[in-house]
Structure formats: structure tokens, C-alpha cells
């Protein structure tokens, strides 16, 4: 009976190391936004997460808004959840993930990014011009 348990735990032990050691092959964006960023910036990624509150300084992005997230670069979302708010002059309250993401991970959330605003980069867009689009540019 003893040797039963043991190979049955033995069993359901590697049926499950061994998919997880796959998965991280296979980044999820969302899975990833999800566990990290959702706090802030809300589960639909439109700037609402519990961590927001409307006193706040500068209020987490939305991740939906189009008219925002077309005149970024891939790399320009990057840099910045790499290096945090700070990083391009924003808030402090977001972090800096590149101690916590490896690179690979900080692709997939941008893809993800990308699926959320339903957009790609436009080409260069003045801050001038985005504030007539989107008034609460900072």
C-alpha cells in the first residue's frame, strides 16, 4: 500500500513539474499583465485597478486607449517597464520590472499591450497633436 502511495505521489508530482517546465518556454502576455500589472492599471488594462484612485498624481494609462498607445514603439513600451514611471518622467508608483521580468517576458506583455489597444505604432506623433486627441495626456 506504502509503495502505491509513494508511486502515485511520484506520478502526480512529475505530471505536473513537467508541464510548468514547458509553459516557461510559452510566455503568456496576459497571464503575465494579469499577475503584475492588473493592480494598477485594471483587469480590461483601462487604468482602473484597485491601485488607482483618482487622486492620484498621474493616473495609471489606458491600456485600451488607441489614440495613446499607436504613438509608442514597441521598444518605448519596453524601456518603460523596464525602467518604471520614472524612467520617461512619470509616476514613481510604477515599477521597475526588469529585475523581476527577463526580457522574453517583457516582449510578451508588450504584444499583449498591443492586443489591448487593438494597435501598432503609427509613426511619430507630437505631444501637441496627442493632447487634442486625448485630452488627459500628461
Not at 97 to 117: F, M
Request: net charge neutral; hydrophobic share 35%.
Amino acid at each position: 500500500m506504502k509503495m502505491l502511495i509513494f508511486y502515485l505521489f511520484f506520478v502526480l508530482y512529475f505530471a505536473t513539474i513537467l508541464p510548468l517546465a514547458n509553459a516557461e518556454s510559452e510566455i503568456d502576455g496576459h497571464t503575465l499583465y494579469f499577475y503584475w500589472c492588473t493592480q494598477c492599471h485594471g483587469v480590461a488594462g483601462r487604468g482602473d485597478g484597485v491601485n488607482s484612485t483618482s487622486d492620484m498624481r498621474i493616473n495609471p494609462r489606458d491600456h485600451t486607449d488607441a489614440s495613446y498607445m499607436s504613438t509608442r514603439t514597441d521598444q518605448q513600451l519596453e524601456d518603460v517597464i523596464k525602467g518604471g514611471g520614472v524612467s520617461i518622467s512619470k509616476s514613481s508608483m510604477m515599477p521597475p520590472w526588469r529585475a523581476t521580468l527577463t526580457d522574453k517576458e517583457i516582449k510578451s506583455v508588450v504584444l499583449y499591450l498591443r492586443k489591448l489597444c487593438n494597435c501598432q505604432f503609427e509613426g511619430v506623433v507630437s505631444d501637441e497633436k496627442l493632447r487634442k486627441t486625448s485630452p488627459d495626456f500628461k
